[in-house]
């Protein structure tokens, strides 16, 4: 278990929230789920990180596409290390998105555009088995959004795809995480990669889930 330090908020001299070298002209501390930069974001770029410093190019021309991105903080950093991201959300989110993807052009080395993703609709045929890696950070939050999420995530993948995914272990959603991992246990395969222990006393989990080929 790793103690998470990467929730200290560091700010420019704009005012702007600077996390794993990001800047984010559109977030906030409390208040709207897409403005907000959740423990499981930090500890996901903390990771992205440190495997860039183990193995440099890692992920250089790597087809990403985040889900749920919020902010769009992990798949940012992941552009900056030469990622090409597609960053979803719901259409109401893109505005903000877009705006910390203007506001990190000079720190981009890959590619980052946004786009609405509803997890309710089906994955547009461009986008099927287009992802070598998909990000998914504390996605596992609301119950009728379950099965959409692992529908989506399907859609994405091809046989040689990653998943990461983060998600803090909150005890009133406990069930929610059963419920996922049931959903996927078919379908993939899951391995803890690190656990972060956050001040709140929540473990933040970070896993790499790749496709089943007996399935």
């Known amino acids: 278990l790793e103690s998470n330090k990467s929730a200290d908020n560091q700010v420019d001299q704009t005012g702007s929230l600077v996390v794993g070298g ?5 977030s906030v501390l409390v208040g709207d789920m897409g ?16 495997e860039e410093k183990t193995n440099p190019g890692w992920l250089r021309e790597k087809r990403v596409i985040e889900l749920g991105c919020g902010t769009g903080v992990v798949g940012l950093v992941a552009a900056t290390l030469g990622s090409n991201v597609l960053l979803t959300d719901l ?4 505005g903000p998105i877009r705006e910390n993807i203007e506001a990190n052009k000079d720190v981009v080395s890959g590619e ?9 609709v089906d994955v547009s045929e461009n986008l099927r088995s287009s992802a070598d890696i998909v990000i998914v950070s504390d996605c596992i939050y609301y119950e009728m959004s379950l099965e959409p999420l692992v529908k989506v995530i399907k859609s994405l993948v091809h046989a040689k795809s ?12 406990v069930d ?4 996922f991992f049931h959903l996927i ?5 899951a391995e803890v990669k690190r656990e972060f222990v956050l001040d709140n006393g929540n473990i ?12």
């Not at 990001?22 to 559109?26: A, Y």
């Not at 403005?35 to 440190?50: D, G, N």
């Not at 998943?163 to 009133?172: D, N, T, V």
């Open 162 to 173: 990653t998943i990461i995914l983060s998600y803090e272990k909150r005890k009133e959603k």
């Open 91 to 94: 259409g109401i989110y893109l």
């Open 35 to 50: 403005s907000i930069v959740f423990p499981a974001a930090r500890c996901m770029v903390e990771w992205l990180v440190k």
């Open 22 to 26: 990001v800047k984010l002209v559109s």
């Open 112 to 120: 980052a555009l946004a786009e609405e993703l509803d997890w309710a």
């Open 204 to 215: 933040v989990y970070l896993m790499n889930m790749s496709p089943d080929r007996k399935h």
């Open 185 to 189: 246990k078919d379908c993939f395969q």
């Open 176 to 179: 929610l995480y059963e419920t």
